[in-house]
């Protein structure tokens, strides 16, 4: 039985793990080997090493563990003809995501690149508006475990939680859920908009202008799920036209985003590398739900917990 | 019965309160005007416009509401001696104040001063360590109307919170909450250090070099209480030799911090102008504390919302 990771967990997170699992033959590598890979039936991986030639090599290959929420990069038709199984992390995101979104809104509402700015110039000024949080409306679509992990904490700084999702069902920490497809009814009402939505073919370009037409003047957006949702060239004129107050970005259609890319030039953007889930703790997340998995699939449980529909996408 | 402001409330504020009380007769100044003070029965003042002197002068005054919750510029022992029932707005600042707040810790966890600083260079660049809130442990010295507000906040984030008073009872929204007296042994636990103290003989340079060698290395010290809770050379001093990792500051013995002053060197210091409880809903606010209490007044009640000891400090 090996299981094989395609990067280096630190001394520290790799020790205990070997030594929880002594029927295991553990193999890391910082980088996908695919002698190792033909060996392996438990694949450890980012997520962004598969091809689908790489899949068909992996004979022995029975589960894939994705230490990555997103799985765009890896060969989903491939994966399913070979009837593998995948789990991701999909938990391991919502807080430090969560509090990447409400360190840019509260940023924003309480002027943190104003006071940056007046520091660097050594100038004591207090002359700008400082708004605030509380008593605002936030609309969330896409609220799954980390939208709702959003909608909890906005609810604690007394924000009224919006959810569209496709199912129109009830989302946790959500005062509300109505239907992605009724989304334009709510854009009115928020001040705050959050986009968690995976990369799908039903949200790419899914917000168009006349989505924007209909935001507040005064509104936030916020696009945290995937940089297709709008088309980089609307978004660079909502921006423009100051449709909107202010959006924050951490994904893009391409990324990294191109060094010519408009959106730089807009002041009223802030540009996040897509790492907004990035953390000193991440591997050490990743592998405090893959333990309990590896656990259970070595009692032939194959029911593991973030098991994915990879053709759905999520 | 005259109630005079030393400040003009905004038009779309005034009207409601002059059409709420018709029995009283208004006076609003965007400066304290003597004439007006000798009249009035009642003062709405932001707290720093009164002397010793003109609270002599103001015969009939029998009631201080003070749109502020700082007293120190006050002439406390004159208005306490002509009887003077002074109230404030207490309650106001801790929604503003704790969202700047969390602003600041999610802000250095979440990486936003790098971020910012990389999109001002038009630079994708992912390279620096991120952290999270959650899991921490927050000091909260003055665990108050604001500090509890703080406290609860931090909780809603998985943050573990310790108050420390004088009286030691327990303070809302605090897990553990002990004597002032007792806070040196709670500083090496503590991830962030919040003060949220007031001015008195008791506070002043409370926190010494000592306090800070006590705290990690890796520790976040704000203060938004009051200034000369540590001597600002000691605070230099701790900062150049790293004792801690960052301090947030709102408050400065002197202020504005003088241009020369040693603080807008520190590149582990984020210094704020004093402007933390800054609202663009601030005099509404006002105005809604007021407006009960005048109400109260009226109905010969003298229990007001805010009631102050001036002489203690708050």
Redesign the interface.
């Known amino acids: 039985m090996m299981v094989y990771f395609t990067f280096e967990p630190r001394e520290d997170l790799k020790a205990p793990l070997i030594a929880q699992f002594p029927q295991v033959d553990f193999k890391f590598d910082s980088k996908l080997d695919v002698a190792n890979l033909r060996e392996a039936q438990i694949l450890v991986t980012y997520g962004e090493d598969l091809t689908e030639q790489l899949v068909d090599e992996a004979q022995n290959l029975e589960w894939i563990f994705v230490a990555s929420a997103g799985v765009e990069k890896m060969p989903a038709a491939a994966i399913a003809k070979s009837d593998i199984l995948v789990s991701n992390v999909r938990g391991i995101h919502k807080?430090?995501m969560t509090?990447?979104i409400?360190?840019?809104i509260?940023?924003l509402?309480?002027?943190?690149?104003f006071?940056?700015e007046?520091?660097s110039k050594?100038q004591?000024?207090?002359k700008t508006?400082?708004?605030?949080?509380?008593g605002s409306t936030a609309l969330i679509i896409g609220p799954g475990a980390i939208g709702s992990e959003i909608g909890?904490?906005l609810q604690?700084?007394?924000v009224y939680t919006i959810g569209c999702n496709r199912s129109g069902e009830a989302a946790p920490y959500m005062d509300e859920t109505h239907l992605l497809g009724d989304m334009a009814q709510y854009l009115p009402k928020a001040d705050i908009i959050i986009s968690m939505l995976p990369s799908t073919k039903y949200t790419k370009h899914l917000l168009g202008y006349e989505h924007f037409k209909l935001m507040k003047e005064s509104a936030i957006f916020m696009n945290f799920g995937r940089g297709d949702l709008v088309d980089t060239n609307v978004l660079v004129q909502v921006m423009k036209e100051q449709l909107i107050a202010h959006a924050v970005l951490d994904v893009y259609e391409i990324e990294?985003?191109p060094?010519n890319s408009p959106l730089?030039a807009c002041e009223n953007v802030?540009?996040?590398?897509?790492?907004?889930s990035?953390?000193?703790?991440y591997v050490e997340r990743g592998l405090e739900i893959f333990k309990p998995s590896l656990e259970q699939w070595l009692n032939g449980e194959r029911n593991l917990e973030n098991k994915m529909n990879l053709l759905r996408g999520y």
């Open positions: 807080k430090p509090e990447s409400l360190a840019h509260l940023a509402k309480r002027g943190l690149p006071i940056y007046q520091q050594g004591w000024n207090k508006t400082l708004s605030e949080l509380n909890r904490i604690a700084f007394d990294p985003l060094a730089w802030t540009l996040s590398p897509h790492f907004s990035h953390s000193s703790r």
